[in-house]
């Protein structure tokens, strides 16, 4: 056997012994002369060159950095196992067609991708997935990290809490202990903030706006008088939408009522003229999923010749089943987020235009949801994946993304308005719980805490249209801009809703989506391209 070689395999037989004796500070010291030796084989990579001795070479080398990436778990050494890594992937990747299959590659793969995982690394987590093929896929360990992260994103943390009995291997232990930490760090943070606004609610207080959980739409307008004010109010067919219509006709406010649902529209319209018969009120077809439908309406709507003072994107659904929309995006973000933005982005201009002649600032309002706070990891990485299909759908993840899309819309809509100088504020509401439509398929602590919390803190519906309505018109809220309200009160959103690069890349990759020449191809290119240009905010994602 060639002298370097026989001096490499000796060394790798103490760091064994060593390793098997948990003697980790040997096995470090080891290590560093074993990766030293390895220089001096041209046949590894990057080079690869062809020497007599390149298959033995190559595979003692693989074996050392597999026994690295390993110790480096044994010490807990996240960057050490991020170093050791990535010079063995090479092994697996380039040197695929000149070795033999590892016995502990799938382990080695399955412990990165968990590392990912507790890392929050979940657009990379994701890119190496795409790497595999579908056997390896299918590989316990692998599958494993897999379940873990699908448990993870959905909040079923019992699930992860439970999976470590099954793990894989011994060594996978160490990344399921910190994920069970910041899983118990989430339920304690949560439970704190639930109980302080609990108690909030209950009482009723009002906040520094006077008004509080229990202050209705009427109670908020009562001094509002929106005589010669147009507004638009999508979803105002039903529940808190049509409260809002309501009270802003009450109040004087010409409506236009766009709605999938002509028939519907109508009914609205008349129960409100039979409570305010002077009331002027324009029904119109709108479907949100169909950016041609919204480009139709902003056609009809600007042939009418109206100003237009307030828009109240207040429309949503929870989609129990898995859809794609006409232009190839999942249902629940059609509707919710990518509607609304197409519809604010072509009407903008009117409300400009409006705001600069009449004098009064015009208000757009985006009705969100605290739920907004459930959705954790890559936002564009997984409408990526249930836009493409429903292997990873999971129908409240996916009304938190798009309700997450909403806050995130109102942050950059209103750092645009800001540096056009434009006397139109944006800003968000959560307008409070009426009747949950969210099922309890979810599994989870935090799942359990909430819904039993939501069960004491249902609203009327002419509360949840409060804070629609306050903020709206609220004289008090002149030039207030790109905040988030709950309770007719400024609120805090959740660390991943403040994000203003977040807000950046959504909204850079929604004007890619709803640009006239979107097709399902460029949808897939418009996820990729925000998704490789992340880097900036991932040390503020959730």
């Not at 002369?33 to 070479?57: C, D, G, H, I, Y």
């Not at 991708?113 to 360990?141: D, G, K, M, W, Y």
Request: with cysteine.
């Amino acid at each position: 056997m060639d002298p370097q070689l026989t001096e490499v395999s000796q060394h790798l037989e103490r760091f064994k012994a060593a390793f098997v004796r948990k003697d980790y500070n040997t096995c470090s010291d080891l290590l560093s002369r074993l990766k030293v030796l390895l220089t001096k084989f041209t046949s590894l990579p990057p080079l690869f060159e062809n020497t007599p001795n390149a298959a033995q070479e190559l595979a003692i080398a693989r074996d050392i950095y597999e026994h690295a990436v390993v110790l480096s778990v044994k010490t807990e050494d996240q960057d050490a196992f991020e170093r050791d890594f990535f010079q063995l992937k090479p092994y697996y990747v380039d040197a695929r067609n000149r070795l033999p299959p590892s016995p502990q590659e799938n382990l080695i793969l399955g412990l990165n991708l968990l590392r990912l995982l507790v890392q929050n690394r979940i657009a990379e987590f994701h890119t190496e997935l795409e790497l595999l093929s579908s056997a390896t896929l299918e590989n316990p360990c692998i599958k494993h990290a897999v379940e873990l992260e699908q448990s993870f994103m959905e909040g079923a943390y019992n699930r992860v809490l439970s999976a470590r009995q099954t793990a894989p291997d011994a060594t996978y232990v160490y990344f399921m202990d910190l994920l069970a930490k910041t899983i118990r760090d989430e339920i304690a943070g949560c439970s704190e903030k639930a109980y302080d606004y609990t108690v909030k609610h209950l009482i009723g207080s009002g906040g520094p706006s006077g008004f509080g959980s229990r202050s209705t739409a009427d109670h908020v307008t009562v001094n509002c008088d929106l005589r010669s004010l147009t507004a638009i109010i999508t979803g105002a067919t039903s529940g808190i939408g049509a409260e809002t219509a309501r009270v802003l006709a009450k109040r004087g406010a010409r409506l236009v009522i766009p709605a999938r649902s002509l028939k519907t529209a109508e009914e609205t319209k008349s129960r409100i003229l039979s409570e305010f018969p002077d009331a002027e009120i324009i029904v119109m077809h709108l479907d949100l999923s169909s950016l041609a439908s919204v480009r139709r309406f902003v056609a009809d709507f600007e042939s009418l010749h109206l100003p237009l003072n307030i828009l109240i994107n207040n429309a949503g659904k929870y989609a129990h089943k898995h859809a794609i929309s006409e232009d190839g995006v999942e249902m629940t973000f059609a509707t919710n987020y990518l509607g609304h933005f197409l519809l604010t982005k072509l009407l903008l201009k009117n409300m400009i235009e409006t705001a600069a002649q009449t004098g009064v600032q015009g208000r757009i309002v985006n009705v969100t949801s605290v739920i907004h706070s459930w959705f954790s990891g890559d936002m564009l990485q997984y409408l990526a994946d249930i836009s493409r299909n429903n292997r990873s759908y999971d129908a409240t993840r996916a009304y938190a993304l798009s309700k997450l899309a909403n806050v995130l819309h109102t942050i950059e809509l209103s750092r645009i308005l800001h540096k056009m100088d434009a006397n139109v504020t944006a800003n968000c509401v959560h307008p409070g719980i009426v009747r949950t439509r969210l099922t309890r398929d979810r599994e989870g602590l935090i799942t359990d805490l909430v819904f039993f919390l939501t069960s004491k803190l249902l609203k009327s519906v002419p509360q949840a249209a409060a804070t629609t309505c306050y903020v709206a018109t609220s004289p008090r809220l002149r030039n207030v801009c790109g905040k988030y309200f709950a309770d007719c009160n400024e609120a805090r959103t959740s660390k991943l809703g403040s994000c203003n690069v977040k807000a950046q890349r959504l909204w850079t990759a929604s004007e890619l989506l709803v640009s006239p020449a979107s097709c399902t191809p460029h949808l897939y290119q418009t996820f990729k391209y925000s998704l490789t240009n992340d880097a900036i905010c991932k040390s503020q994602s959730l």
